[in-house]
């Protein structure tokens, strides 16, 4: 079989995951094809929540502000009594930033624009999806693996050395790959369309019939357009129309309004609810991320999210093992972010439940920053501690100050493909230079400076610790001084271990 490769990497559908797979990976000069089986960008706004977390990866990605730019922040949310009278509410908990966590924006966007936001970007970093070619077959073997892509005029073998399967829901990859993705049908069906109207307000979110199954309705204004959004239940069976006058009809009878008229459709779906996880998320040199992982009812908004995350484990493990780093480190991809879907199914499902009983409140929970890896292969305690921040733990933000006095954060320094060093209070020099590795210290000598004690209160580390953080922005390791060469050992596992220049 020839080793000849066209390409490191054949990233299959340019959709939330495959896009932000292709981002990070360009800013990584890995060398990768990203394929499309649509001749076109999807144009519903289906995943239009992005959660604090999500934001977070933007902000690394170089897409947070672009993205807020182009969409906005949920509105109020209007539930009306059959009176006609109605109450107003945030959406989810208000929860202003803090130093450690700086966006708790309830940032709305609608995935197409989400989407173009990647595109852009990506194109900035001189790569664009490939549109109207489809992965048809694959074959794996030990060296790597040779797909055939179809579309109009176009059939190609490629040869790559690994496949990502970010096919969406009913994956071709996860069904040649005979893996299993076990599950529930929740016995919801419902739809939603992209619409202009009149009758309505932009400045909310019109909620009728709140609680009943049978009845209830949302109308969302979505961000960045002059379109909102119609969600609400459907019977399980029979055919539905999704035309403008039919949808006018639907409205009419679920808000015993007559005066609110459904001017055009631009995207309209109805779809049955499922939650379902993948039994594998690696088959070899071949790997799914996002909904061909995972499917879950879109209460709580997390179906988009969960799937730029996936994307983001994944393309720094590629990365660091397309340069020589063992392969193992590949295996942590699933061992990690499985067990995050498992909960995430959870909690999507819950909160279908409470929707169904009108009592829908997003929390804490759905905004993703307590996600975490502690029980992850690539986390390390040397010696183990007992409380504060742990290996595997999300890395907090912190403004400080550059020993120069200009101040900055730590999320800038973070911001990149690199992994990061932070020393509190160590010996610099017990550390050598490497690519890819950018050493900080706070304390003597340091070039940082904890000026508000932001550091200190996010990390509370001791006096001689020091604090990883990995590429995707969380601690890989925390190691006392004494403990030097177990640092050593782990940065030569995650591919970091040739050492440049004297100590
Ligand atoms: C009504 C609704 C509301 C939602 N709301 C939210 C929300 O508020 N927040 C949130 O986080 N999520 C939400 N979601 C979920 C979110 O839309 C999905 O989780 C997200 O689109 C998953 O991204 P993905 O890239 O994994 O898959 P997709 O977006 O499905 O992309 C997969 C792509 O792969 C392409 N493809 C498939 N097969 C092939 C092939 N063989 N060759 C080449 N290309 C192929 C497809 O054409 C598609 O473009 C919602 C979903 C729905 C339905």
Redesign the pocket.
Known sequence: MTTEFTADVLI????????TLAIDLARRGISFRL????DDP?R????????PR?QEVFEDLGILDRVVAAGGIYPKLRDYRADGSYTDTTVGEHTDPTPSEPYHLPLMSP?FLTEAAMRERLAELGHRPQFG????SFEQDADGVTAR?TGKAVDERVRVRWVIG????????RQALDIGFPGKTLGVR?I?ADVTLTGLTPDVWHRFADGDMERQIGVCPLAGTDLFQI?GPIPLEGEVDLSAAALTALVAERTGRDDIRIQSVLWA?A?TMNARLADRYRVGRVFL????AH??P?T????????VQ?AYNLGWKLAAVAAGASDALLDSYEAERRPIAASMLGLATKLLDALKRGEMRRGREVHQLDIGYPDSPLALEKPERSGGLLAGDRAPDAPVRGAAGQPTRLFELFKGPHWTLLGYEVERRAVSPRPQLHIHTFGPRGDLVDKGGHFHDAYALTPGDWVLVRPDGYIGAIVASSEIMALETYLQTVGLGIAVGAR
């Open positions: 299959c559908g340019a959709g939330a995951a495959g896009l394929i499309e089986k649509m999807f519903g706004s289906r995943g239009k929540g992005i959660q999500t995935q070619r489809e992965l048809v892509l970010a096919d969406g829901g009913r994956s071709f990859v419902a939603v969600q779906s779809f991320v996002g909904d061909a499917v879950h879109p709580g908004g997390q179906g988009l999210n969960t799937s996936d």
